[in-house]
């Protein structure tokens, strides 16, 4: 049984949403959920469930909230009783695999790595998001956590990334590309063109630079970059995904035949919004720890926490962790034996 923790405080929409997700997520036999949260809110929103298997659920009283304003770092030192804090030690302490939280960016990531822990041969986690492309997803990693990277942190990313791809996202042999502003080898500034032939000897099927533009094609599986880059790539494909939709809905608006023509072909514009669906992923996981942590959007409804859930029930199944060690030691070992 996997038991995977859940904070029902953080969000927009906490607890309803929270709790609602995790009451379907439940459709998987082999996990157990522990929700965090204020007890009576927490309960009373599964008493609104009907026929919710409560066997599978336990709800832990954690009634401090941390807020977007607090200063991260300081907010975990004195929020010991908050939802991500307490989440965060039972990942910690082995009696939580994974931990879901829609709540502070900041103080998940600055507590994920602080209470969780690295694994070996990680110097920084990495915050990865799954971007959709033409012909699936794109990993993107980092967009969020290191906006000061060395060249190092970017081949971890690289291994990171490509353990993910291939075992939660199903892409065999993932293709690794280091986004940068041509495809030639030289191209780039200082922090890209060291990163290169460390990106070569990573034991990834490293295929070279990746221009942005090139990632909503599917030129790659998984983009690496520093998270100042990640995060502008991140918010401008959010950006951009909502506009199109928005300009394709008031073409197909502006006549009676367009109009007619959008009713033909209802189902195909909605597989394609579905596809820029952020709930359909769940949320973005912090790679490179001792246990999974995964950052919820804000506004994630309980279509979102039921896919975070599953992504981490198979990250367990999955042994994630461990492969990803492995990969590590692998090519650390590799690198000492040249030299």
């Given at each position: 049984?996997?038991?995977i ?7 927009d ?6 709790v609602?997700?995790a ?5 998987n036999?082999g996990?157990k959920?522990?929700l965090?949260?204020?007890?009576a809110?927490v309960?009373?929103?599964?008493d609104?469930i009907p026929?919710c ?12 909230i941390?807020?977007?304003?607090e200063h ?10 908050s939802?991500i804090?307490v ?7 082995g009696e ?6 829609a ?7 600055t507590?994920a ?5 690295r694994i070996k ?7 990865g998001?799954?971007l ?5 997803f794109?990993?993107?990693a980092?967009?969020?956590?290191n906006?000061?990277?060395k ?5 971890q990313?690289?291994q990171?990334?490509a353990v993910y791809a291939?075992h939660i996202?199903?892409?065999a042999?993932p ?6 502003i ?6 780039g ?6 990163a290169?032939?460390l990106l070569?000897?990573a034991?990834?099927n490293f295929t ?6 090139d990632?909503?094609?599917?030129a790659?599986d998984?983009a ?7 995060n502008?790539i ?10 199109m ?6 073409e197909?608006?502006?006549?009676a ?8 072909a209802?189902n195909?514009?909605r597989?394609l ?6 709930s359909e992923?769940?949320g973005?996981p912090?790679?490179g720890l001792?246990?999974?942590v ?6 994630s409804?309980s ?5 975070a859930?599953?992504?981490c029930?198979l990250?367990a199944?999955?042994?994630?962790v461990?492969?990803?060690e492995?990969?590590?030691?692998k ?8 030299e």
């Amino acid at each position: 049984m996997i038991t995977i923790a859940v904070d029902a405080a953080g969000g927009d929409h906490a607890p309803a949403e929270a709790v609602k997700g995790a009451a379907a997520a439940l459709k998987n036999p082999g996990i157990k959920l522990v929700l965090l949260g204020n007890e009576a809110a927490v309960r009373a929103e599964l008493d609104r469930i009907p026929g919710c298997d409560k066997t599978r659920l336990e709800v832990v009283s954690a009634p401090e909230i941390i807020t977007n304003d607090e200063h991260p770092a300081a907010a975990i030192k004195a929020k010991k009783n908050s939802s991500i804090v307490v989440g965060l030690n039972m990942v910690r302490r082995g009696e939580a695999a994974a931990f879901v939280s829609a709540g502070s960016t900041g103080a998940l990531l600055t507590g994920a790595t602080v209470i969780v822990g690295r694994i070996k041969g990680v110097d920084r986690p990495v915050l990865g998001t799954a971007l959709p492309n033409a012909k699936g997803f794109t990993f993107l990693a980092d967009s969020g956590a290191n906006v000061d990277a060395k060249p190092q942190y970017l081949a971890q990313y690289a291994q990171m990334g490509a353990v993910y791809a291939e075992h939660i996202l199903g892409v065999a042999n993932p293709r690794v590309g280091l986004v940068n502003i041509g495809a030639e080898q030289g191209k780039g500034n200082e922090l890209t063109k060291e990163a290169y032939p460390l990106l070569e000897a990573a034991g990834v099927n490293f295929t070279g630079n990746v221009e942005a533009r090139d990632i909503p094609l599917g030129a790659v599986d998984v983009a690496v970059c520093d998270a100042f880059v990640g995060n502008v790539i991140l918010k401008y494909t959010e950006g951009m995904a909502g506009a199109m939709l928005g300009m394709i809905k008031k073409e197909l608006m502006s006549s009676a035949l367009s109009k007619l023509g959008a009713m033909l072909a209802k189902n195909a514009f909605r597989r394609l919004k579905k596809s820029f669906d952020y709930s359909e992923v769940g949320g973005a996981p912090f790679l490179g720890l001792r246990g999974l942590v995964v950052k919820a959007h804000g506004s994630s409804e309980s279509r979102a926490f039921e896919a975070a859930i599953e992504k981490c029930a198979l990250f367990a199944e999955r042994d994630i962790v461990d492969k990803t060690e492995r990969l590590l030691a692998k090519t650390a070992g590799e690198t000492q034996a040249a030299e």
